[in-house]
């Protein structure tokens, strides 16, 4: 390229930053681990997009991806502090901090997706996002994230009695912790970042996610057994800091909490097609993967792990009342 181009399209560029910085007199950044193009990162874009319509660009959002910001376990403090304005994270980190969204991360809790759906699009739903406003956040909305599952570099498990002394990465919670110890594993709970190598390094066997994530992530290249046990369907969360969520006017949170809702729609589609395409790459690339496998041991091994953290009427009644939902 000569000189003259590169300037011109340096040029360009910063004329186009000028502008969107101009244009809006307030921009979110938002936080999220995951690449450019996957559903969660896009349906921020897409909610940002509305914001900036409807406010007449006004309020605009920036979505680092990629884990830019960090990885989860300490974007989620940063934005409890303020320094990261918005954050679309797993609630599995959340445990920790917010003891009601363990409810979600109870293993087996959920049926089916669609189970899931109709509790976080009804009232428990709504209770649980109001719950981050005692922990310097703001709830905005839910998002998929299918169900995770095993996968591993060492051999295909065709039943729970093959997880046995194996080590498993899981999400930084107790819950997930417990959760591969009462199925006899071993958990070491760690970053999303760190697992690549350390399943290639052989410091653990494997980790389990969903489709999309065991994709983008890269993880099939180095654990080609997948087994669909489907322990876990804990749904995304997008939270906003409570800080950047003070400084605007009843009018714009409201119009900051509608453009969240309706990125959810867009978001569920993207996830069912990105599911698809990440299944098929998986597929193509030779992963050994058990779709039949006898659940009823891995549902009965939980009970422990339900004892352990649903400890209050509060927690029981969740429970229940999620189950209840049909
Ligand atoms: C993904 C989820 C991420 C992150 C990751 C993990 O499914 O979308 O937010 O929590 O799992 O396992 O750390």
Redesign the pocket.
């Known amino acids: 390229m000569t000189k003259t181009l590169i300037g011109a399209l340096l040029a360009s560029v910063a004329f186009a930053g000028a502008a969107a910085a101009q244009d809006c007199e307030v921009t979110f950044r938002s936080s ?3 690449p450019d193009g996957y559903p ?1 990162v896009e349906a921020v874009k897409h909610m940002g997009e509305l914001l900036q319509e409807r406010s007449d660009g006004r309020i605009c959002v920036e979505v680092f991806h990629s884990a830019q910001l960090g990885e ?1 376990k300490d974007t989620i403090e940063q934005t409890q502090l303020g320094v990261i304005d918005m954050n ?3 609630l ?2 959340f445990n920790n901090i917010i003891e009601e969204t363990k409810v979600f991360s109870l293993p087996y809790i959920f049926r089916s997706t669609e189970h899931m759906h109709q509790v976080v699009d009804g009232e428990i739903g709504q209770e649980i996002l109001d719950e981050f406003q005692n922990h310097d956040l703001v709830g905005l909305a839910y998002y998929d ?2 169900s ?1 599952s095993f996968y591993n570099s060492q051999k295909p498990i065709e039943s729970i009695d093959d997880l046995e002394g194996m080590k498993f990465r899981v ?1 930084q919670s107790d819950v997930f912790v417990d959760m591969v110890d009462a199925l006899g594993g071993n958990a070491t709970p760690m ?2 970042g760190e ?1 690549y190598s350390s399943i290639q390094t052989g410091v653990i066997d494997g ?4 489709w ?2 065991f994709e983008s992530s890269g993880h099939y290249e180095v654990a080609p057994y997948y087994t669909l046990d489907q322990h876990l369907i ?1 749904p ?1 969360v997008l939270v906003m800091s409570k800080q950047s969520w003070d400084q605007l006017s009843a009018e714009d949170q409201e119009m900051v909490r509608q453009a969240a809702q309706d990125s959810v729609p867009v978001m569920r589609e993207l996830w069912a097609e990105r599911e698809a395409a990440s299944e098929q790459i998986i597929e193509d690339a030779g992963v050994q993967i058990v779709r039949e496998i006898d659940k009823t041991p891995f549902i009965e091994a939980m009970d422990p792990v339900y004892e352990t953290h649903v400890t209050s009427d509060a927690l029981r009644e969740l429970v229940d009342r999620i189950r209840a939902v049909e």
Do not use: Q
């Open positions: 999220d681990t995951h969660t989860e679309r994270v797993s599995g980190p994230s299918g995770r999400m970053p999303y697992v980790a389990e996610n969903n999309p994530s804990v995304e």
